[in-house]
């Protein structure tokens, strides 16, 4: 299986799912695999650096070849340097218009991933736990229990009647104040009180 593998990063892949299988390896064996491994993958980005170093020196010799001064009259050389600040101001541009774009994704990203952790509910602090024994649980419920039925007495508010209203709330027989306010007589009394 490890034969198989030719690019360095497929090697280095490969190697890590066997050790992600259970194997019969004893633990000096796995020790020293993982330090060959380590190795290897130390050498890989030692590699990898250099590799990225000598492709961004080409590619720069490549786009901005080395200036050639030596013979240029004096317009030649205002010209170069006219040419040269134009050249500046298109690379500024669109470095300003990549430099907006990536502002925008970022703060796509940004609400994207603050709506995610509203629809999950937020963060949820971590909870210890809390070794209990039966009987203690058993006599928390039943504290609990019974403090909340005494508790549930204790807590009403005490309505105080204040006497004048006491006093006008007594209407007495209803039908008879139903009688005595119907008809004229009834608005009269209204009227005058």
Known sequence: MISDCNEPIIYFVCLISLFQKKTKYSATRRL???QKLLKKAGVLLVQEQSNKVTERESTLSERVPPLKLSGLSVQELQ?????????CDTVDEARYD????????????ADLNAKINELKGGKRPNLKRVKKSADAMLGALTEAKLSSKSDFKSNLKT???DKKEEEKVDPGDWRKNVESMSGMEGRKKLFNS
Do not use: F, G, Q, T
């Open 98 to 109: 990549i430099e907006a774009k990536v502002l925008k994704n970022e703060k796509e990203l």
């Open 159 to 161: 309505v105080k009647k």
């Open 32 to 34: 020293l695999l993982k």
């Open 79 to 87: 010209e170069l340097c006219k040419e040269l600040h134009r050249k």
